[in-house]
């Protein structure tokens, strides 16, 4: 793990989806403008109807917020840069989540298993 900015970056945890209004890990309700498709890691809203994904949920966080703490990709505090991330950064379709460009698992230390 790389160390992480400091905590106080981060937003607090909203207990409830913004938008469709379900809790922290329920499943976002079709139609939400913050659900994310799960295939591309983009709005779920513009994904193809054939898009097979799963449902994604909310975590107490805005998508992508949690990968640009852990990437360092603030402008301040709960400010993510996400222009950065979906520009930049690569979506992993298996793990649902975003990679860092390059080197992809980004710590220098060898983590190689
Ligand atoms: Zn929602
Ligand atoms: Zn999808």
Do not use: K, Y
């Amino acid at each position: 793990m790389t160390a992480r900015p400091a905590d106080t970056d981060a937003t607090p945890l909203e207990s409830a989806c913004p938008d469709c209004r379900v809790g922290i890990g329920e499943a976002h309700v079709e139609g939400c403008d913050v659900a994310r498709c799960l295939a591309t890691g983009r709005q779920r809203l513009g994904h193809a109807a054939s898009c097979r994904c799963p449902q994604d949920t909310w975590t107490g966080r805005w998508p992508g917020e949690d990968a640009c703490l852990e990437f360092g990709w603030m402008f301040g505090p709960g400010l993510p840069d996400l222009t950065r991330l979906l520009t930049t950064a690569t979506w992993d379709p298996v793990a649902h989540r975003w990679t860092r460009p390059g080197n992809g698992i980004g710590t220098a230390e060898g983590e190689a298993s």
